[in-house]
């Protein structure tokens, strides 16, 4: 098998692979959410409701489709999709596992490997935002438009405090490939150790970014109807509720590659090349991913909403100082430790 | 195969900027000329320049042209508002402009470019244009700082409101 | 990618770069001239801006010269200060003439 078709194959089962993890994040949000609640969660469909997801997306696909009278037709139609492409297009950098080396060829679990990797992910989420913004836009109605105009704000707050953040990281590992920060934090020498007030800021920044509470202003129901997605109807909202659970997998396992290691472990980093060590370090990165996705959905059910004012406070009073403060502090060590 | 590649590239660019001045919509202009970076964008990876390539999506796509869609959203422009002039204002400026691109095209074709031979063709690298930036322009890099906090003071002082005086 | 060049530098002549650019800030120049929108003419003149940001960046990566990346920095960020407070000025006219017509602003007229 050439070269291409190996490429083809892997992206096609990232794309697969994303999608499943999202369909089950909504059952396990679920149920996470009633364990956090003392109570059961869904367990009708299949058994331990396994099916859940299925009979989810059947119900959505059977619902009436329709367009608002004066909605912009097109950009209604679009605007589900830009949402679903950006959410998607991250999955294209994360380095899922170790090399399968196999008698010369080698595969990498990767899908592309881009020198400036790491900014690429970081243009993508700013792209996000124009899903939202063209669908309130689209809708016609006053909660919708309130609703992204809040959603966007938000977003570009928090993108400016994410962005410091990074550039601390870098100026650690002095490479934006993805590959490379992986491959430098083997062993014990995961970036987190290194880096812990970057880590916060991008993890309350990654909450931000992807709409999830407590800074879940844009959809919340109890004051915005439904806000960006009130207009929109079977498999549209399909695509946005969906396209926000494959933000939440993809910014798990962007946290996952930039401070916890990636697919590195302490035992299974000193293996040898080979089958094993492909499959554990998958399953050690799908480990992490889990576990993030599980701190995601274990704040979501703990901490109420904030308010608007609070929220801007937050992300321009205290994280952007707080992310200059942690790069003047990563400079001064890297300065110390050069003299 | 690369040519190709180029001028399919170059022929979307054309049309999605034609596109941006003539659609009525101004909500379907601002996603033409997102497109529109997009495919320079493309352009720049082409010549391996690809952090610029990027940071032109990072600022022009996702910082200004939200920008314009907040304006735009809070303008709440529809497309009945715009006058249009009619086919005689477009045939003058198409005439004018036509004029002015044969031109530049001629004088700049006409010369004859010296060839780069031993060209360092990683300019474009993040390390090579970091290292260019921080030591050769490092001044005009701390003044453009000193720009953006300009631009900042003046956007906040221009959204004031004003102190109404009842008299 | 580090060792051999680009293939565009060898299949593709500069000139084909010029041609692009040109044309591009006509595009520009023609909405400037036509559209009464003012946002609309706001964008025209990022889509000039870019015209030279793509015309500069192809010499420098011709000639293996940075400056005209560098030059592309500036003009990034002097074009996000310009559009920040060019739209804030947009909104202010908004608020008191109501209109975003470009005929209408025409106080400053003797």
Redesign the interface.
């Known amino acids: 098998m050439s070269a291409v078709m190996i490429k083809l194959i892997f992206i096609v089962v990232v794309f697969g692979v994303s999608l499943f993890v999202a369909m089950y994040s909504t059952y396990a949000e679920r149920k996470i959410a009633a364990f956090l609640q003392d109570r059961l969660g869904p367990n009708r469909a299949g058994p331990f409701g396994i099916l859940q997801p299925f009979a989810d997306g059947i119900k959505l696909f059977f619902k009436e489709e329709f367009i608002p009278l004066k909605a912009?037709r097109?950009?209604f139609l679009m605007g589900p999709g830009f949402f679903m492409i950006t959410a998607l297009m991250t999955s294209a950098v994360i380095p899922f596992g170790a090399d399968f080396i196999h008698d010369g060829k080698t595969i990498a679990l990767q899908a592309t490997d881009?020198?400036?990797g790491l900014?690429?992910i970081?243009?993508v989420v700013?792209?996000g935002?124009?899903g939202i913004?063209?669908g309130g836009?689209a809708s016609n109605n006053k909660f919708s438009?309130l609703g992204?105009?809040r959603a966007?704000s938000q977003n570009?707050s928090y993108e400016l405090a994410m962005g410091m953040s990074i550039v601390a990281l870098v100026m650690m590992t002095s490479t934006?490939s993805l590959r490379e920060i992986v491959d430098q934090q083997a062993g014990w020498h995961w970036n987190v150790f290194y880096q812990p007030l970057g880590f916060l800021i991008f993890i309350i920044c990654a909450f931000a970014e992807t709409n999830r509470a407590p800074f879940d202003l844009p959809e919340c129901e109890t004051e915005l109807v439904g806000g960006y997605h009130t207009e929109f109807s079977s498999m549209k909202l399909g695509f946005y509720l969906f396209a926000e659970y494959i933000n939440m997998f993809i910014s798990s396992a962007v946290l996952a590659t930039l401070f916890f290691g990636g697919y590195q472990f302490p035992w299974v980093s000193s293996m040898d090349p080979g089958l094993t060590k492909t499959i554990l370090s998958v399953v050690v990165m799908f480990g992490k991913i889990f576990f993030f996705i599980f701190l995601f959905m274990w704040v979501r059910w703990t901490l109420p909403r904030f308010r608007y004012d609070q929220l801007m406070n937050l992300g321009w009073k205290i994280l952007i100082p707080l992310a200059v403060v942690n790069i003047v502090l990563t400079g001064a060590v890297i300065l110390y430790k050069m003299m | 195969m690369i040519d190709k590649i180029f001028f399919i590239l170059s022929a979307l660019t054309v049309i999605s900027a034609s596109m941006v001045i003539i659609s009525r919509h101004p909500m379907r202009s601002v996603l033409y000329l997102v497109l529109t970076f997009f495919l320079i964008s493309a352009h720049y990876v082409l010549m391996n320049a690809q952090f610029l390539a990027l940071v032109n999506i990072v600022v022009y796509a996702g910082a200004i042209m939200v920008l314009f869609l907040f304006v735009i959203m809070f303008l709440n422009l529809n497309k009945e508002i715009e006058q249009h002039k009619g086919l005689v204002i477009w045939l003058a400026a198409i005439i004018a402009g036509g004029s002015f691109m044969l031109l530049t095209m001629a004088a700049l074709s006409k010369t004859t470019l010296p060839q780069a031979t031993d060209a360092n063709y990683n300019i474009g690298l993040v390390e090579n244009l970091g290292a260019t930036l921080y030591k050769e322009y490092l001044l005009p890099m701390e003044i453009s700082s000193v720009l953006f906090l300009i631009a900042m003071a003046g956007v906040v002082l221009l959204g004031r409101k004003e102190k109404i005086i009842v008299e | 990618m580090e060792t051999a060049a680009p293939q565009i530098f060898s299949s593709i002549p500069l000139t084909h770069y010029i041609m692009l650019s040109a044309a591009l800030f006509m595009i520009g120049l023609i909405g400037v001239m036509v559209r009464r929108n003012v946002i609309i003419v706001f964008m025209c003149i990022e889509i000039m801006l870019n015209a030279a940001n793509l015309m500069l960046t192809a010499a420098s990566s011709y000639y293996g010269n940075a400056a005209g990346q560098i030059m592309v920095f500036f003009t990034m960020a002097v074009a996000a200060a310009e559009v920040s407070v060019g739209l804030a000025i947009i909104v202010m006219i908004y608020k008191n003439l109501r209109t975003i017509n470009l005929d209408v602003f025409n106080k400053l007229k003797g």
């Open positions: 912009d097109w950009l881009i020198n400036v900014l690429y970081f243009g700013s792209l935002v124009y913004l063209i836009w438009l992204a105009i966007a570009i934006l």
